[in-house]
């Protein structure tokens, strides 16, 4: 497990908490957050560019 792995849980912990309730349902938290999760964790699984 690498750092950006490690650091999952604690990036969607402060997106999750950092979010205002209202305008924000518990849901609507939820499911944000796990737009970041699957985003961060598409650009760490994808190939990386080859510098020329």
Do not use: G
Not at 29 to 34: D, E, T
Not at 37 to 43: D, F, G, K, L, S
């Amino acid at each position: 497990m690498n750092r950006t792995t490690k650091a999952f849980p604690h990036n969607l912990d402060y997106v999750f908490l950092n979010l205002p309730s209202p305008p924000f349902t518990e849901d609507e938290k939820q499911r944000l957050a796990r737009k970041v999760y699957e985003h961060i964790w598409q650009q760490c699984v994808a190939p990386q560019p080859v510098a020329a």
